[in-house]
């Protein structure tokens, strides 16, 4: 008689397989499809022939399927709105890193000087740091609906251009 297991995932109890006495995980989909992504992360790791064949598989799908992209950006423009804004999080991300990251000046005395941008278009404005001072950046987090552009790729980023510059 088979001994009951406890499921890796769930924590459920379970009779393992009469085939697979050692099996750790139960019959339930989630389960499964669990282990089966996490085996083949695993595997994708550890494996270079296995990467090598996922990636030439996902190749061929791409070179039968040319205009998925196209076709999927189309037909979901709720996407093609999210991922605008996204992108433009990023963009806003990088530049305020960049900023953290330009300290060319030091200041031999400290004087006492605050520094407040407010609104948009002001990017290329708070990297020209000459002097020591004091930058509080203030913008709103919510999402604010996206300019209707033809395309995100086609905006330089932070040079205006858009509604409101």
């Keep these: 008689m088979i001994k009951a297991a406890r499921c890796r995932y769930c924590h459920t109890l379970f009779t393992p397989s009469a085939?697979?006495?050692?099996q750790k995980v139960c019959f339930s989909e989630s389960c499964r499809t669990q282990r089966k992504r996490n085996d083949h992360r695993n595997r994708y790791h550890s494996d270079p022939d296995y990467r090598q064949?996922?990636?030439?598989?996902?190749?061929?799908?791409?070179?039968?399927?040319p205009d998925y992209s196209r076709q999927y950006r189309k037909n979901h423009p709720e996407y093609v709105l999210a991922n605008c804004q996204a992108q433009k999080r990023r963009d806003q991300l990088r530049r305020l890193h960049n900023l953290a990251k330009n300290n060319l000046a030091l200041a031999l005395s400290s004087p006492p000087v605050e520094v407040w941008l407010f609104?948009?278009?002001?990017?290329?404005?708070a990297k020209n740091n000459l002097a020591v001072s004091q930058v509080a950046i203030l913008q709103s987090v919510a999402?604010?609906?996206?300019?209707?552009?033809?395309?995100?790729?086609?905006?330089?980023s932070g040079m205006g251009g858009g509604p409101g510059v």
């Design 119 to 125: 609104g948009e278009g002001l990017e290329h404005l």
């Design 53 to 65: 064949q996922c990636l030439e598989s996902v190749k061929k799908w791409r070179g039968r399927n």
């Design 143 to 156: 999402t604010v609906e996206a300019p209707s552009f033809p395309s995100c790729k086609k905006q330089l």
């Design 19 to 22: 085939c697979h006495p050692q």
